[in-house]
Nanobody, 114 residues
Framework: QVQLVESGGGLVQSGESLRLSCVMFGFTANRYDMYWYRQAPGKERDLVAS????????NYADSVKDRCTISRDNSKSTVYLQMNNLKPEDTAVYYC???????WGQGTRVTVSS
């Protein structure tokens, strides 16, 4: 069964860091590009970052470009999102997404207090 399971969210203060993880189940990780999205309260789900299947190519939303790093360890079937210098506007539910398989994770909540 194809499944994505996120973890690593939590409540932090402005300026702190978090690392989100997304474990991929039921498919061969190194065959698929992966994305991180986020959805803030009352807003649409927006793309945060993407990484190609090999981990060679990455892209970021302008709002996080200098503060976030997406990476992957295909041997662990895991994609990561390292977020530094977190701001209150980063508060959202963060989702992992595999576009080729049209599969979303359940999300992990990040709350940043000022």
């Amino acid at each position: 069964q194809v499944q994505l399971v996120e973890s690593g969210g939590g409540l932090v203060q402005s300026g702190e860091s978090l690392r989100l993880s997304c474990v991929m189940f039921g498919f061969t990780a190194n065959r698929y590009d992966m994305y991180w999205y986020r959805q803030a309260p009352g807003k649409e789900r927006d793309l945060v970052a993407s990484i190609d299947r090999t981990g060679t190519f990455t892209n970021y939303a302008d709002s996080v470009k200098d503060r976030c790093t997406i990476s992957r360890d295909n041997s662990k079937s895991t994609v990561y999102l390292q977020m530094n210098n977190l701001k209150p506007e980063d508060t959202a539910v963060y989702y992992c997404f595999c576009p080729a398989l049209d599969t979303w994770g359940q999300g992990t909540r990040v709350t940043v207090s000022s």
